[in-house]
C-alpha cells in the first residue's frame, strides 16, 4: 500500500476500510476515498486502454474535469476521481466499450424541485467562500455549492502558509486552516445554505440553473449568479505526454495532500511557477524523491521564496529548458529534456534524460467560465471572482470574491454604496507578480541576536511584520510589496521563522557564544530526519553549499507544523545560512533526442488520440473552422467535450503561422459536465450492486 502515514504537517484522518476489486484483483480502500485515490493506494496506476489504439491511460486533472481517469465501476462508465469507492464495488478497466449493467432499470421517478435564491454560488473555494461570508453578513439567501465532499477548493491541497496580507488573507496560515477558517465562518449565518457534492450542470435560457445533488436533481432560481468556478489545468505537447505517470500538478497534490497517497519515488516537474514549484515542495514533504524542475524563461514566474526553498534542499531547477519527450512502455520510465534558444527551440547536444515515474505538468490554468457565459446569455445577473475570473494566487482570489460580493449586494438593492475603490487596489496588489529582486541587505548592526531576512524579492507579503512584538521588523517601504528589513531588538522568539510563508527568515544568536554564533533554520520536511548532534550540511539562500555544521537542538513547534533546528555555525557563514541540504543532485545522461518523430508521437487530443502530425496535416490543408477540423479528426469530440485540447490547438494554429481572427471556434455543448440523462427527468435509475446508493455515470 502506497499510503502517507507520517508527514510534518498532515495527520491522517481515522476513516474505515472499504474492499473492493479491480479486474479480479482484491484491494482496500478507505470509506468516501474517490476510486483513482484508492487505486493509486494499491498500486495501479492504468485505468484504461484506449479504443483507438490500446494506449494505458491514467489520470491527469483529478478534478473531474478531463475524462482520462475513466473506469467501469459496477458496470457503469464513471470518473473515478469523482466517484468514492465503495464496499464490494466491482472496478474494471475501461477498454472503449461503456456498457448498461444487468438489471439496470428506471425504478423511481422523482419530482424535480425548484428553489428560489437571491443568490447562487458556483464553487466552494477561496473565493465563493469569502463572497459568501460576506452575503451572511447581511442576511441574503445564499446558496452556495460544489462538486466536492467538502469545501475550500484548492485550499484543501495547500500545506504551505500563505503569502499577502494577514488582514486581508490570512497571510502566514497554511491554506488547509484557512479552507476550515473560510467553511467554519458559513456557520455563523443562517442565510447561507452549502450544499457539497453538488454539481451545477448548466445554466439555462429560462434564467434556470440545474444542480445535481447526490442522486437528487434540483432547478434553482436566483435572483444573481457568482461564478467562482476555479480554474482546470493546462496541458503540453511532447511525445509520451498521455502516458500513466504524466499527469497535472493539482492531481498530485490531491493525491499527496487531500488523500495522503504517495504516487511516487522519482519525480520530474515541467513549469516553475508557484504551481510547479509549491509542488515540489509537497513531494519532499511527502518524501518522494525530487530528480529536477524545468522552466523555459531564464527565470522561474513563481515566488523567488519558493524556488529557492527547493534549491537549498538541493532540487536542480533547469531554467531556459524543455521537455523533448517521455518514454516508457505502460507507464513513465524515463523523462528527456534540452536547453532551449532564444526561440524556445532545443538546442542539439543539450539533450539529458532522467529516470522518472512520474512526471508534472505546470505550464499554467485556464479559467473555467462557461457557466458564466451561459449566464451572460440567458440575460441572468452573474458575476464572477477568483481563477474563474482572472487565474491569481488563492489570497487575491478570497480578495475578489469579498469584492464580487458586494457588487452583488449593491446590485440586489441591499447595499446602495460601490465598492470602495481602495478594495480594487488592494486586489491589483494581491494579484501582482513578482517584482525586482533585491541585493541581500548589509548588515549595519552589533545586536546580540537577529533575525536575517532571506526575502529579497518584492512580493505581496507582510507576515514577519506583523507577528514581531518589538515591532522590530518593517518593511521598506509603504507597500506591501516592498521588502522587509530588521531595524530594531529582537528577543529570539522565533514567531518571525514560524510564521514566514517561504521558510526565508532565519535567526543568528550569539548570546552564549560570542564567537561561534548558532543559527536557527526553519524546517518543515520530516520529523526524526534530523537530531542533535547530526552533521548536517548547510545551504546558502539559493542552494550554495556552505559545508558542515553541527545541529545543537530540534524544537518541535507543532502547532505550526514547523521545526526549528538550531546548529553552530562560523561567523563568516551564519548570515549566509538558510536551510539544510538534504539531497544530491542528479546529472542525467547525455542523449539525443530524435526531434523529428514528434510530430506522429504528440497526442493533442487526449479523449480521441489525435495527433500534433493530423492537426497539423488538416490546417495545412487549410481547415480555419475547429467543427470541421474536430468532424474530420475527432479533436474536441471526446468526453472532457475539448476543455484539455481546445488551448492547445489554438497555439498549434499559431504555430502555423494562422491569424486566430480567421479560426472559427468550436461550437460549445450545452452541457459542460457529464451527467445521466435521466437526471433532468428526476429517475433514478438503479442496478443490482447498487440497490441503495443510486448512480451516477456518464
Not at 82 to 87: A, D, I, L
Not at 394 to 410: D, E, N, P, Q, R
Not at 637 to 665: F, P, Q, W
Amino acid at each position: 500500500m502506497e499510503r502517507i502515514t507520517e508527514h510534518p504537517v498532515l495527520q491522517p484522518a481515522d476513516r474505515g476500510a472499504v474492499s473492493f476489486t479491480f479486474d479480479g484483483r482484491p484491494c482496500a480502500g478507505l470509506e468516501g476515498e474517490m476510486i483513482s485515490s484508492a487505486l493509486y493506494a494499491n498500486g495501479i496506476k492504468i485505468f484504461s486502454l484506449h479504443k483507438k489504439d490500446s494506449a494505458p491511460q491514467g489520470i491527469f486533472c483529478a478534478n473531474g474535469q478531463c475524462a482520462q481517469c475513466s473506469v467501469i465501476a459496477d458496470g457503469l462508465a464513471v470518473k473515478s476521481c469523482v466517484t468514492p469507492v465503495r464496499e464490494g464495488m466491482k472496478v474494471e478497466t475501461l477498454r472503449g466499450e461503456a456498457r448498461l449493467p444487468l438489471g439496470a432499470s428506471a425504478a423511481e421517478f422523482a419530482r424535480v424541485e425548484e428553489l428560489e435564491v437571491d443568490a447562487l454560488i458556483i464553487g466552494g473555494g477561496p473565493s465563493g467562500l469569502a463572497a459568501a461570508a460576506e452575503l451572511g453578513k447581511l442576511n441574503v439567501n445564499t446558496l452556495v455549492i460544489d462538486d466536492k465532499a467538502g469545501f475550500g477548493g484548492k485550499l484543501v491541497l495547500q500545506t504551505h502558509k500563505f503569502f499577502g496580507s494577514v488582514e486581508d488573507c490570512y497571510a502566514g496560515t497554511r491554506g488547509i486552516d484557512i479552507a476550515e477558517k473560510l467553511g467554519g465562518q458559513l456557520k455563523e449565518y443562517p442565510s447561507v445554505k452549502a450544499w457539497p457534492n453538488a454539481t451545477c450542470l448548466a445554466v439555462f435560457s429560462d434564467k434556470k440553473v440545474g444542480v445535481l445533488r447526490g442522486d437528487s436533481y434540483y432547478l434553482i432560481r436566483p435572483k444573481t449568479l457568482i461564478s467562482a468556478t476555479g480554474a482546470r489545468e493546462k496541458s503540453l505537447a511532447f511525445p509520451g505526454n498521455t502516458l500513466p505517470g504524466v499527469y497535472g500538478a493539482g492531481a498530485f497534490q490531491t493525491l499527496v495532500n487531500r488523500d495522503l497517497v504517495r504516487p511516487a519515488e522519482r519525480l520530474f516537474i515541467v513549469g516553475g511557477g508557484n504551481v510547479g514549484l509549491i509542488a515540489a515542495y509537497h513531494a519532499l514533504q511527502a518524501g518522494i524523491q525530487v530528480i529536477g524542475l524545468i522552466e523555459a524563461q531564464e527565470e522561474c514566474g513563481g515566488y523567488k521564496v519558493h524556488a529557492d526553498k527547493i534549491k537549498r534542499l538541493g532540487v536542480p531547477v533547469y531554467t531556459r529548458h524543455t521537455i523533448l519527450r517521455a518514454d516508457g512502455k505502460d507507464g513513465l520510465e524515463t523523462v528527456t529534456i534540452a536547453a532551449v534558444d532564444a526561440q524556445f527551440k532545443p538546442l542539439p547536444g543539450t539533450e539529458k534524460t532522467f529516470k522518472a515515474d512520474t512526471l508534472l505538468i505546470a505550464v499554467g490554468l485556464s479559467s473555467v467560465d462557461e457557466f458564466h457565459a451561459q449566464a451572460a446569455e440567458a440575460g441572468l445577473s452573474s458575476f464572477i471572482c477568483g481563477d474563474a475570473e482572472e487565474v491569481a494566487e488563492a489570497s487575491a482570489a478570497m480578495f475578489s470574491g469579498k469584492i464580487t460580493a458586494h457588487k452583488v449586494l449593491k446590485s440586489l438593492g441591499v447595499m446602495a454604496a460601490p465598492v470602495p475603490q481602495f478594495w480594487f487596489d488592494r486586489l491589483e496588489i494581491l494579484k501582482s507578480r513578482p517584482g525586482a529582486t533585491e541585493p541581500p541587505a548589509a548588515k549595519n548592526h552589533s545586536k546580540p541576536v537577529y533575525p536575517v531576512l532571506h526575502c529579497r524579492q518584492e512580493i505581496p507579503c507582510n507576515p514577519c511584520v506583523t507577528v514581531c512584538p518589538k515591532r522590530s521588523i518593517k518593511l521598506a517601504g509603504a507597500s506591501i510589496m516592498t521588502v522587509p528589513r530588521f531595524t530594531g531588538d529582537c528577543i529570539g522568539c522565533f514567531k518571525c521563522l514560524l510564521i514566514c510563508p517561504g521558510l526565508a527568515v532565519t535567526m543568528v544568536d550569539y548570546r552564549k557564544d560570542p564567537v561561534n554564533p548558532s543559527v536557527a533554520l526553519p524546517f518543515e520536511i520530516g520529523r526524526g530526519l534530523v537530531k542533535k548532534g547530526d552533521r548536517v550540511r548547510l545551504a546558502g539562500c539559493e542552494g550554495a553549499d556552505l559545508g558542515e555544521a553541527e545541529v545543537l537542538d530540534v524544537k518541535d513547534f507543532r502547532a505550526e507544523g514547523t521545526l526549528i533546528v538550531i546548529v553552530r555555525a562560523a561567523p563568516e557563514t551564519a548570515d549566509l545560512a538558510v536551510s539544510l541540504k538534504l539531497y544530491p543532485a542528479e546529472a542525467g545522461e547525455k542523449s539525443a533526442a530524435e526531434l523529428s518523430r514528434a510530430d506522429d508521437e504528440t497526442m493533442i487530443c487526449r479523449c480521441e488520440r489525435v495527433s500534433l502530425g493530423e492537426i497539423r496535416r488538416a490546417i495545412r490543408s487549410g481547415m480555419r473552422d475547429l467543427n470541421q477540423l474536430k468532424a474530420v479528426t475527432r479533436a474536441g469530440m471526446g468526453a472532457c467535450g475539448a476543455k484539455t485540447c481546445s488551448s492547445m490547438l489554438l497555439n498549434i494554429y499559431r504555430s502555423e503561422g494562422v491569424d486566430l481572427k480567421e479560426v472559427t471556434a468550436f461550437t460549445r455543448r450545452p452541457l459542460f459536465v457529464e451527467a445521466p440523462l435521466g437526471a433532468f427527468a428526476g429517475v433514478k435509475c438503479r442496478t443490482g450492486a447498487e440497490e441503495d446508493a443510486g448512480w451516477s455515470g456518464f
